[in-house]
């Protein structure tokens, strides 16, 4: 059972071939190390190449970004065994006022995929449990969602909040979702803007310099 399956797997967006494909190279005693770095993070890259070539779709991102969370959920616990290091750690959530977390979800795969750990702190998410969370997480950066008009104001409000708990210089944000923009993340004092999934988790790794 080669790399090459496991990365073709995650390609096609087929989760059992993934799963089946990551549990036959463990049993070979492939590192779980080479696993993530040459098939499972290629592939994901690939996936996030194709769509922004317009090659393919969310839905169709969404299913790879799927086989990869199956595989990676596999190799996990052997990674951590091995103290493999991520490339930084993120919080994610959606900000105050707002349900919606396809967009959010699919950031966290796609962050997950590219090396980084993730914790997920959901929907509806306010200024102080963005604290609360780096106080508790120590993370490098936070990615918050919007995807209504009426609640990207929060996002300058959590931006305040960190500012005022004297976090702001511990975490670079990263702000992104259907109504904003590059111009609003400069104006309200973000660290950057991602249109979509796949430029989150290049703009990610660029804002920790692990690009």
């Given at each position: 059972?080669?790399?090459?399956?496991?990365?073709?797997?995650?390609?096609?967006?087929?989760?059992?071939?993934?799963?089946?494909?990551?549990?036959?190279?463990?049993?070979?005693?492939?590192?779980?190390?080479?696993?993530?770095?040459?098939?499972?993070?290629?592939?994901?890259?690939?996936?996030?190449?194709?769509?922004?070539?317009?090659?393919?779709?969310?839905?169709?991102?969404?299913?790879?970004?799927?086989?990869?969370?199956?595989?990676?959920?596999?190799?996990?616990?052997?990674l951590a065994q091995?103290?493999?290091?991520?490339?930084?750690?993120?919080?994610?959530?959606?900000?105050?006022?707002?349900?919606?977390?396809?967009?959010?979800?699919?950031?966290?795969?796609?962050?997950?995929?590219?090396?980084?750990?993730?914790?997920?702190l959901g929907t509806?998410?306010?200024?102080?449990?963005?604290?609360?969370?780096?106080?508790?997480?120590?993370?490098?950066?936070?990615?918050?969602?919007?995807?209504?008009?009426?609640?990207?104001?929060?996002?300058?409000?959590?931006?305040?909040?960190?500012?005022?708990?004297?976090?702001?210089?511990?975490?670079?944000?990263?702000?992104?979702?259907a109504p904003v923009?590059?111009?609003?993340?400069?104006?309200?004092?973000?660290?950057?803007?991602?249109?979509?999934?796949?430029?989150?988790?290049?703009?990610?790794?660029?804002?920790?310099?692990?690009?």
């Open positions: 059972m080669s790399l090459e399956t496991i990365y073709q797997a995650v390609l096609d967006g087929d989760a059992p071939a993934a799963e089946a494909a990551v549990k036959e190279a463990l049993a070979a005693n492939v590192p779980a190390e080479d696993i993530l770095q040459k098939a499972c993070i290629p592939a994901m890259s690939e996936v996030g190449r194709l769509f922004e070539e317009g090659e393919k779709f969310v839905p169709e991102m969404l299913i790879s970004a799927r086989a990869m969370h199956k595989s990676v959920a596999l190799l996990k616990p052997l091995g103290n493999v290091q991520s490339v930084g750690k993120v919080l994610v959530g959606t900000v105050q006022g707002d349900l919606h977390d396809i967009g959010k979800n699919l950031v966290g795969m796609m962050l997950e995929g590219t090396g980084f750990e993730v914790i997920d509806d998410v306010t200024p102080q449990k963005y604290v609360d969370a780096v106080k508790t997480h120590q993370p490098q950066l936070i990615g918050l969602s919007a995807l209504l008009t009426t609640t990207m104001p929060s996002m300058k409000k959590i931006i305040d909040a960190l500012q005022e708990a004297g976090l702001r210089g511990q975490v670079k944000v990263l702000i992104g979702g923009t590059e111009a609003y993340a400069t104006q309200i004092g973000a660290d950057g803007y991602a249109p979509d999934a796949s430029s989150a988790a290049r703009k990610a790794k660029a804002l920790l310099g692990a690009a």
